[in-house]
């Protein structure tokens, strides 16, 4: 039986332009090699956002504001 990840709490700095993140991820301290497809993450929309492959979860840390700005 596999072992759920835990949550990957993440600064705003952390997330691209976009608001997102990809996973797999070297913040999640996955190698990329042997790991699912790259799939981009909007955590900016809920402030959490969950793999859909490996089921990991990306959360903002609590108190990190994502600014909008164009």
């Given amino acids: 039986m596999s072992q759920v990840p835990s949550a990957i709490e993440l600064a705003a700095k ?3 332009a976009h608001g ?3 996973c797999p991820s070297p913040l999640a301290d996955m ?3 042997n ?3 790259k799939v981009y993450l909007d955590v900016a929309k809920t402030g ?3 793999c859909p492959y490996c089921g990991t ?3 903002l840390k609590a108190g ?3 600014a909008h700005g164009h």
Avoid: Q, T
């Fill in 35 to 37: 790991s699912h497809p």
């Fill in 57 to 59: 979860v990306y959360r």
């Fill in 48 to 50: 959490e956002a969950r």
């Fill in 14 to 16: 952390d997330l691209n």
């Fill in 64 to 66: 990190e504001v994502v």
């Fill in 20 to 22: 997102g993140v990809f």
């Fill in 31 to 33: 190698k990329l090699w």
